[in-house]
């Protein structure tokens, strides 16, 4: 499965992310990273963004997998404690990110 994650905005607008493919994690890793996909309720896409808050930050997570794609859009005030868990792994993977 192919993951794109990107963390924006706050006060300091920061721009965070990775990419990887989750057969090149380690296996506790990749074991870890399934089931934490698995409780986070999401559909094909999935938007969820709060119109009050400005430096809420936002968060996108895009998987692809045996063709499918699935986009994930939320932000620190919609997330449910199962997003935030998996928002938690995908951030332990992110780096700085300059936009092109």
């Given amino acids: 499965m192919h993951v794109k994650f990107q963390q924006s905005g706050g006060f300091a607008g920061l721009l965070r992310g990775c990419e990887f493919d989750t ?3 380690p ?3 990749q074991v870890l990273f399934r089931r934490l996909l ?9 938007k969820s963004k709060s119109q ?4 809420a930050i936002r968060y996108e997570i895009s998987f692809e997998d045996n063709g499918e794609k699935r986009v994930i859009t939320a932000d620190d005030s919609t997330l ?5 868990a998996l928002i938690e792994f995908l951030q ?3 780096r700085p990110l300059t936009l092109r």
């Fill in 23 to 25: 057969t090149e994690l």
């Fill in 80 to 84: 449910n404690e199962e997003l935030a």
């Fill in 27 to 29: 296996a506790k890793e």
């Fill in 92 to 94: 332990s993977k992110a």
């Fill in 52 to 55: 009050q808050t400005r430096d």
């Fill in 38 to 46: 698995q409780q986070t309720p999401i559909s094909r896409q999935s």
